[in-house]
């Protein structure tokens, strides 16, 4: 039965023996390759040895065999060439041990500190800002800015730096009895959509974008800043600042900011003082009823929050007291409120009051102008 079932396909012609005595032209039989192994160091026994079994090699598979096995047993390394071969097979090993205990490492390290790049030298040796001085300032063309931020001296004195949404920026300065504006322009920014609030520190610029990033500025050459982030607010998708505030305590940052999902709050937001730092939630303060187009500063010691509405009103938050504090628009301008366009307010502390940045129409077209109040 087996014979009958195997020539049922295959007949006795099909079939080939290694003792067949007559093979098809061009067939060949199955022989295995022989091993040949390179070695890198070659001794004057092996060569004999080699010579030798060449010699006696007349020849059998099963000698062969054997060969080929004294061979790779006489290859085998021990001693500290064994020990050192195991130590070369543990270099990735080692190597990956080592990445995994440095990022461990620096994990547990202290935050950096905040270290955002120095404003210009003219910036903080700027005097007091004068209403009487403020009139005749000569503003860039084509400059209508949206953001201002006041920084105060060791001297008692502050001066204002007045931001476009885009990145033009004007500097006020006090030489004497004559004011001027150094014009600036902010780079890096393109890819952040538009500037939605300012602060400052003793040394340092800080700039809040649209999209939530906290840029840090650097006055490479006169005239312009170069700009980079240095950490982010997480927002949720699709959603965008439209106003802002950051101010830099001793331990942690504050960032106050009006969303395109909360237009009638502030949120507060609070993080450490380090590079990438994230940032979580402080706090909410409801926005007036009557505030329209609102922008938003901080003062100095970061304890309160100055909303600023396009009709010149002023509301100033405490942020512990659980106060707020109303300022009508300065009385001189409401009979010209049609001429007039607040774009922002700072408090200057003390007996100064109200610094306001505002746009005036002048022959058809709005100019800027710092309103004293």
């Excluded at 890198?40 to 007349?58: G, R, V």
């Excluded at 020849?59 to 071969?85: E, F, V, Y």
């Excluded at 939530?212 to 490479?220: N, P, V, Y």
């Excluded at 409401?334 to 200057?348: I, P, T």
């Amino acid at each position: 039965w087996i014979r009958d079932t195997k020539y049922r396909h295959f007949t006795p012609g099909m079939i080939h023996m290694s003792t067949s005595g007559a093979l098809p032209s061009g067939y060949r039989l199955f022989s295995a390759s022989t091993a040949w192994y390179d070695d890198d160091e070659e001794e004057t026994a092996e060569d004999t040895h080699t010579e030798t079994e060449t010699e006696t090699e007349s020849t059998t598979d099963t000698s062969h065999s054997a060969h080929s096995a004294h061979r790779r047993l006489s290859k085998r390394k021990n001693g500290t060439d064994a020990a050192l071969g195991e130590l070369l097979k543990l270099i990735p090993t080692l190597g990956s041990l080592a990445d995994e205990v440095h990022a461990s490492a620096r994990a547990q390290e202290a935050p950096e500190v905040f270290q955002l790049p120095a404003l210009p030298t003219s910036f903080m040796a700027a005097g007091n800002a004068k209403q009487a001085k403020l009139n005749n300032l000569k503003w860039p063309a084509l400059f209508e800015p949206r953001h201002m931020c006041v920084h105060k001296m060791a001297d008692g004195g502050s001066v204002a730096m007045a931001v476009s949404s885009h990145g033009v920026a004007g500097i006020v300065l006090m030489e004497g009895e004559e004011a001027r504006v150094v014009p600036y322009t902010l780079d890096g920014l393109t890819f952040h959509g538009r500037i939605v609030g300012l602060g400052s520190t003793e040394e340092r610029l800080l700039v809040v974008m649209s999209d939530g990033a906290l840029m840090g500025c650097d006055e490479e050459v006169e005239g312009r800043f170069t700009c980079s982030v240095r950490s982010s607010l997480r927002l949720p998708a699709g959603a965008r600042l439209l106003s802002a505030a950051v101010a830099v305590q001793e331990k942690e940052v504050v960032i106050a900011a009006i969303t395109s999902e909360s237009p009638k709050a502030v949120s507060l937001y609070k993080g450490l003082r380090a590079e990438g730092a994230s940032f979580h939630a402080a706090g909410e303060i409801h926005l007036p009823p009557s505030v329209q187009g609102p922008t938003l500063t901080f003062t100095e010691d970061a304890q309160e929050l100055v909303i600023s509405s396009s009709s010149g009103e002023v509301f100033t938050r405490h942020l512990h007291a659980k106060t707020m504090k109303r300022t009508s628009a300065p009385s001189a301008f409401k009979a010209r409120s049609g001429d007039f366009e607040f774009r922002a307010a700072c408090d200057l502390g003390g007996e100064e009051g109200l610094l306001h940045l505002a746009l005036k129409k002048s022959n058809g077209a709005w100019v800027p102008e710092l309103l004293l109040a």
